[in-house]
């Protein structure tokens, strides 16, 4: 599968680890997925033990974990930068990407944030954790 507008950022082993550390998750979080190859949104959903690893992981363009406070969005961007994944907080929602457009090429992964870029260089506004 081959997407010439997105390159991937995130792999099996990263959606394992951030499946389970929300499934851990002392709270009951909410999710959906923006699936890459048909854009379909899937509706909210809480089961992170079976629901989110049912069809794997491949075509999860993002990942949207509802995070309504916060407080909720400080505790989980803390979990989330532990395992190294890239995202950002919009609103309510805390998005993680499995997939960035290459004109917005990844061009800095580092232990606490996500820099992205323009072909031209110049750094996006994002709100990265």
Known sequence: ??????????NDTKWEELRAAMYNYPDNLQ?????IETGYIRPWDGDWFHHFKSGGYISIEWLEIK?????????LTAVLRNIHVPGEVILDV????GYVKKEDSLIIFNHSFLQLSISGGKPLEY???
Not at 67 to 74: D, F, M, S, V
Request: net charge positive; charged share 35%.
């Open 1 to 10: 599968m081959k997407h010439s507008h997105y390159q991937q950022v995130m």
């Open 31 to 35: 999710w959906r997925t923006k699936d």
């Open 67 to 75: 995070a309504e406070t916060e407080e909720l969005r400080k505790d």
């Open 94 to 97: 805390i998005r993680v990407y």
């Open 127 to 129: 709100n990265t954790y």
